[in-house]
């Protein structure tokens, strides 16, 4: 198996993009994933822009490694799906432009039964999208909300228009009483991105984020499962809670590191 990849979520810094570059590379990543709804929008960006921004990296010997397009309502929500559906495909095509492969998002909750029209609206959106990024040369990546094994592999097999692929949050399986492991055995193929992100049901069922290593992610077990697999993605630092998330990301870097390692 390659070396594995380490990069920050810089929406996670707060930070103006010099700023959050700056910190990124003194996490100890080699790589970083950018929100090109709210950080990095692609219509703010004129060539020059995206030229300077890729000089930047370079100096800092960062690479892109993926983009996160977020979203407040989900893919089925009818309020305002068509700016959605484009602003989606926005990101993808800007992704390409810029050599990077891989857009991550969440798409809401998938529908239980199939038969609703939420799960219909869904495939439908799926699917265009699906299209949209086979013709642009970038794959959009689904990150899991409260979703089974069996809802993921029915919605999959609905996909059948290009290629849909998994960004794979072991915390939040973990927080929605999920089993990562059992998750990307179930979709190894199709897994294109990771999160390095922990977390633990509480004494009252509830799902808390925790810096990583002190959750219930099993790092030894999945990243075996990473280098059984042959994963060629990036493991991406995330923190959405906390007081020192530059801190946590960075430690979070260093634990997984050492647990591939054998540190």
């Known amino acids: 198996m390659p070396a594995l990849r380490f990069a920050a979520a810089t929406r996670y810094l707060s930070l103006p993009i010099r700023e959050a570059i700056d910190t990124a590379a003194s996490l100890g990543a080699t790589g970083v994933q950018f929100d090109?709804?709210?950080?990095l929008k692609p219509t703010e960006l004129s060539e020059t822009g995206r030229r300077h921004l890729i000089r930047q990296l370079g100096e800092h010997h960062l690479e892109l490694a993926s983009f996160e397009y977020p979203t407040?309502?989900?893919?089925?929500?009818?309020?305002?799906?068509?700016?959605?559906?484009?602003?989606?495909?926005?990101?993808?095509?800007?992704?390409?432009?810029?050599?990077?492969?891989?857009?991550?998002?969440?798409?809401?909750?998938?529908?239980?039964?199939?038969?609703?029209?939420?799960y219909k609206v869904l495939c439908d959106v799926l699917n265009d999208i699906a299209r949209h990024a086979n013709r642009v040369g970038a794959t959009f990546a689904i990150t899991?909300?409260?979703?089974?094994?069996?809802?993921l592999r029915g919605l999959f097999s609905?996909?059948?228009?290009?290629?849909?692929?998994?960004?794979?949050?072991?915390?939040?399986?973990?927080?929605?009483?999920?089993?990562?492991?059992?998750?990307?055995?179930a979709f190894y193929d199709r897994v294109l991105s990771v999160q390095i992100r922990d977390g633990l049901r509480d004494v009252d069922g509830q799902g808390v984020e925790v810096p990583v290593?002190?959750?219930?992610?099993?790092?030894?077990?999945?990243?075996?499962?990473?280098?059984?697999?042959?994963?060629?993605?990036?493991?991406?630092?995330?923190?959405?809670?906390?007081?020192?998330?530059?801190?946590?990301?960075?430690?979070?870097?260093?634990?997984?590191?050492?647990?591939?390692?054998?540190?």
């Not at 090109?36 to 950080?39: G, L, Q």
């Open 144 to 151: 899991p909300t409260n979703d089974s094994v069996d809802g």
């Open 72 to 118: 407040r309502r989900a893919f089925h929500d009818s309020e305002a799906l068509d700016s959605r559906i484009a602003g989606l495909k926005k990101a993808l095509e800007f992704a390409y432009s810029m050599g990077v492969t891989v857009v991550v998002g969440r798409i809401g909750r998938i529908p239980d039964d199939p038969e609703l029209p939420a």
């Open 36 to 39: 090109v709804r709210n950080e």
């Open 213 to 263: 290593g002190r959750g219930e992610v099993v790092w030894d077990e999945l990243l075996a499962l990473l280098e059984e697999g042959a994963f060629r993605g990036w493991l991406v630092a995330t923190r959405s809670s906390g007081d020192d998330k530059a801190g946590d990301m960075a430690r979070a870097i260093r634990y997984v590191r050492a647990v591939a390692t054998g540190d």
């Open 158 to 185: 609905n996909i059948t228009e290009g290629p849909i692929g998994l960004n794979l949050d072991p915390a939040g399986l973990i927080m929605s009483s999920c089993d990562p492991v059992e998750t990307f055995r």
